[in-house]
């Protein structure tokens, strides 16, 4: 069974041959850690990276525009992007409509060039698709990350916009109906391009409580969602939602939505709250820990991390996906210890 097949088995409860799991390395990591070392590690754990072969390149991964220190970057939509670590995205530090003043001589940005944060080929992502198809792998589209909620947040700041959904600002319907067709012609590419999943990622949550209330996601946000999803699970794609922070609030809309495959915060959700909530009812892609257990805690106290959401969440029928960012700070001990468990339990209910 390849990668592709054992996915989506476990998105369809259908026996997967062993739980997915995905492991990432942000870019700024190649920074912070000797290259040497991160490549011995991922050569090292073949199911987490299939195929992997050292680079003989010396210089790291070059990060995308609106991540490197120093250079404040512009997206499509006219926000200002600025971070003070190179691979970290940022924050804006420009709104270009922090006045609704300047909403007159507004437009959004053309999704036939850009897909929000600059240029796009689309015939490119085309050859891309095509070349992973053929190759027996997952064709998966994306709207860009922070897609609606937070784009509108980016465009008024955050501030502005909680105000505008509480004062309801009239003004505000007609910004979100710019953003909404923006997506939906972004994703019209991708369906025309028959991906497989489509991803919506965009976080709701804080460490406590979401970023805006149940209430204003149900009247501004949770229909947009709808109206972005119906065609991409009409066209028979996965859909596929990330939200980082706490959503305990806000988890039923989004499942109403059409959500098939939540992608969510462990620790900060609760293992227990997850299982009892979610477990058997939508394809779980749990998002491993990286403010505690993984950045302060023993190689124990990490594998007892994994074995614990395994066998709480996971089922013989599938259902259950993990996935680790790897950012800078976290010891390289407990970096091996967590490949070792997330390769360990991959196979527990083979």
């Not at 915060?265 to 998002?287: K, P, S, T």
Request: proline share 7%.
């Amino acid at each position: 069974m390849n990668r592709r097949e054992n996915i989506l088995r476990a998105v369809r409860f259908e026996q997967p041959e062993t739980i997915p799991m995905q492991f990432s390395v942000n870019s700024a990591c190649w920074e912070r850690y000797p290259r040497s070392a991160l490549e011995d590690l991922m050569e090292s754990h073949r199911l987490l990276f299939p195929g992997f072969k050292p680079s003989s390149a010396k210089t790291p991964p070059r990060p995308a525009p609106w991540r490197i220190a120093g250079r404040p970057y512009t997206d499509s939509w006219g926000c200002v992007w600025e971070t003070s670590q190179t691979g970290i995205t940022g924050a804006v530090t420009e709104h270009p409509l922090a006045s609704w003043d300047a909403f007159a001589d507004f437009a959004a940005p053309d999704p036939d060039a850009t897909d929000g944060w600059g240029p796009v080929d689309w015939e490119r992502i085309a050859q891309n698709l095509g070349r992973i198809r053929r190759g027996g792998g997952l064709t998966i589209g994306s709207l860009r990350h922070g897609h609606t909620f937070l784009t509108l947040t980016y465009l008024r700041g955050y501030e502005g916009l909680i105000l505008d959904m509480a004062d309801g600002e009239p003004r505000l319907r007609r910004l979100i109906d710019m953003v909404e067709e923006f997506n939906l012609q972004v994703m019209q590419h991708y369906i025309g391009l028959r991906v497989e999943v489509m991803a919506f990622p965009e976080d709701l949550g804080m460490q406590k409580g979401p970023m805006l209330s149940p209430r204003h996601f149900r009247e501004y946000i949770k229909p947009v969602y709808r109206n972005l999803m119906a065609p991409a699970r009409a066209s028979g794609c996965i859909i596929h939602m990330h939200s980082d922070g706490d959503i305990h609030e806000l988890v039923d809309d989004l499942l109403e939505g059409g959500v098939q495959v939540l992608n969510l915060q462990d620790l900060v959700n609760g293992i227990d709250w997850i299982r009892d909530r979610l477990a058997g009812r939508i394809c779980i892609d749990l998002d491993i820990d990286r403010q505690a257990v993984t950045r302060f805690g023993t190689p124990g106290r990490i594998d007892a991390l994994i074995r614990e959401e395994v066998v709480k969440l996971g089922s013989r029928k599938g259902g259950l996906m993990m996935r680790y960012g790897l950012y800078p700070g976290v010891p390289l001990e407990n970096v091996r210890a967590l490949m070792d468990a997330m390769e360990r339990y991959a196979g527990h209910y083979s």
